[in-house]
T-cell receptor, first 111, second 115 residues
Framework: EAGVAQSPRYKIIEKRQSVAFWCNPI?????LYWYQQILGQGPKLLIQ????????DSQLPKDRFSAERLKGVDSTLKIQPAKLEDSAVYLC?????????FGQGTRLTVV | AQSVAQPEDQVNVAEGNPLTVKCTYS??????LFWYVQYPNRGLQFLLK??????LVKGSYGFEAEFNKSQTSFHLKKPSALVSDSALYFC?????????????FGSGTQLTVLP
């Protein structure tokens, strides 16, 4: 079974630039999560989708972050404009029911 | 709001000795509990989960965890540690209804197994 695919693996941008991350979940998984993991901390949920609808985006900084899951499959997470404190690993996960399977993440460095 | 506490940032254990990584949680309703492991530059890997049933859950790589409802704990254990078990371990909880359905992680515990 193919896992959760994320791209790019690494990204370096300057502050105030824009960046987008892509996630392809495991086929058939209805739930998709985006997490932000800052170095030395546990993953923090940014947004949770159920199919193509948003279940929880209470911790998403909506003034600069946006996410979509068109057709209930792939998802993109965008940051515009980026700040230095956005430097982190962005993890995508998908779930068939109660657990979650994670991608390898995208490491973002904002300079 | 639900939460997970991993009280130890770092756990060191000698190879061959038993290991325990502690986790306590707070959630409304019945908890679904998980342990994940993270190796350097890798994504989170699922180890085991408790949904219902037997309080002792067995998972990957010889790990097990014990659900204790009265103490709201879900400690990760292994009878004999390996150097290759050295990694960052995360406990996570999910509630069974409503807004508690999000998967919330603890801050992580770095396990180092010494040869």
């Amino acid at each position: 079974e193919a896992g959760v695919a994320q791209s790019p693996r690494y990204k370096i941008i300057e502050k105030r630039q824009s960046v987008a991350f892509w996630c392809n979940p495991i086929s058939g998984h209805a739930t998709l999560y985006w997490y932000q993991q800052i170095l030395g901390q546990g993953p923090k949920l940014l947004i949770q989708f159920q199919n193509n609808g948003v279940v929880d985006d209470s911790q998403l900084p909506k003034d600069r972050f946006s996410a979509e899951r068109l057709k209930g499959v792939d998802s993109t997470l965008k940051i515009q404009p980026a700040k230095l404190e956005d430097s982190a690993v962005y993890l995508c996960a998908s779930s068939p029911d109660r657990g979650a399977f994670f991608g390898q993440g995208t490491r973002l460095t904002v300079v | 709001a639900q939460s997970v506490a991993q009280p130890e940032d770092q756990v060191n254990v000698a190879e061959g000795n038993p290991l325990t990584v502690k986790c306590t949680y707070s959630v409304s309703g019945n908890p679904y509990l998980f342990w994940y492991v993270q190796y350097p530059n890798r994504g989170l890997q699922f180890l085991l989960k408790y949904i219902t049933g037997d309080n002792l859950v067995k998972g990957s790589y010889g790990f097990e965890a014990e659900f204790n409802k009265s103490q709201t704990s879900f400690h990760l254990k292994k009878p004999s540690a390996l150097v290759s078990d050295s990694a960052l371990y995360f406990c996570a909880v999910r509630g069974s209804s409503g807004s508690a359905r999000q998967l919330t992680f603890g801050s992580g515990t770095q396990l180092t197994v010494l040869p």
